[in-house]
């Protein structure tokens, strides 16, 4: 089964749907294509449905493109949740892991070599290609350069890594962002509640992602915080006391800790607490890169905190 929870309703990507419609219906849809942004705004979720909308054209249940969403009961969507349909293939990077093994390139190739299951198209989804080793890479190289008819790439980058140019250069590129504004509102769709009654007005000044968001309301629904009384060092101080290992909500919490700190710079500027700051979010931004251990980190964040 898929690692993620797939959004069943698509927000904030219609216009992108439409014009892979669109190009579906006049046969110019690519067959190898990256969707890059940064993280958490949606590019998973957008693969997926596009997915199923070709998986469920002759099934009951099909695409509902009028609300952009994938209906629960869907064949497909449950074979593709549970990795289980034929015509679909997932890379992805394993849990614990620094790197996406090339074992699951060679099942990959193997994959695509296989007939495609009545005549539909099959789809390989790559998510987070940045964790691509180079050996891996290489033998992606060879089934991605000219793939079957019937075999169609789908590559989810985060645009905060640099692709591989071989990879790049080799398929089309769609660069997505989606703006402080869209992603409150994709929030407040996807939650069903008013940004403003969970949200201080810090929230909304700084930038967070849609999963962001989502994932400081669990979070205060969990421990019962109060986030429209609650600062961002109390926030840090709750992600240090658990030190999670889930590299979101690492994430999240640097983001809060470089927000607090260039807030405090601006009215306390020093050059050592700079350089020493800047040193610090180096490593945290190699341990997301590399996915290292996290453990030696956070005692030195808390140290400086």
């Known amino acids: 089964m898929i690692d993620q929870d797939i959004n069943r309703t698509l927000y904030g990507y219609e216009k992108l749907f439409n014009l892979f419609m669109r190009l579906n219906n006049e046969n110019r849809m690519p067959n190898k294509f990256v969707i890059s ?26 695409y509902d493109l009028k609300n952009y969403s994938i209906y ?10 549970n990795l289980t349909h034929p015509n679909f293939f997932l890379i ?34 790559i998510d987070n290609i940045e964790f691509l ?8 190289l060879k089934i991605i350069e000219e793939p079957n008819d019937d075999l169609v790439f789908v590559i989810i980058h985060n645009s905060y890594y640099k692709i591989m140019d071989t990879i790049k250069s080799r398929c089309i590129y769609f660069n997505i962002n989606l703006s402080r504004a869209e992603c409150i509102d994709c929030f407040e769709k996807i939650s069903n509640e008013k940004f ?12 967070f992602s849609v999963s962001d968001y989502l ?14 009384d609650t600062n961002y060092f109390e926030l840090i101080k709750y992600f240090l006391s658990f030190k999670t290992k889930n590299l979101s909500d690492f994430s999240l919490m640097i ?5 607090y700190y260039r807030q405090n710079l601006l009215s306390n500027f020093s050059i050592n607490k700079y350089d020493e700051l800047s040193n610090l979010f180096k490593k945290a931004n190699d341990a997301k890169k590399f996915n290292l251990n996290l453990e030696n980190l956070f005692l030195e964040i808390e140290k400086k905190i």
């Open 37 to 62: 942004g940064k993280k958490g705004i949606g590019k998973s979720t957008f693969a997926y449905h596009l997915i199923n909308y070709f998986f469920s054209i002759k099934e009951e249940n099909k």
């Open 72 to 81: 629960e009961e869907n064949k497909s969507y449950n074979l593709v949740k």
């Open 92 to 125: 992805d990077l394993d849990y614990g892991k620094k790197k996406i093994d090339i074992e699951k390139i060679r099942k990959a190739i193997n994959f695509s070599n296989k007939s495609s299951f009545n005549n539909e198209k099959k789809f390989i989804l």
């Open 133 to 140: 080793s180079l050996s891996s890479a290489n033998a992606l």
């Open 196 to 207: 403003s009654s969970i949200f201080n007005k810090n929230f909304e000044n700084n930038y």
């Open 215 to 228: 994932n400081l309301r669990n979070i205060a629904i969990n421990e019962q915080l109060n986030l429209k």
């Open 255 to 259: 983001k809060l800790i470089q927000i």
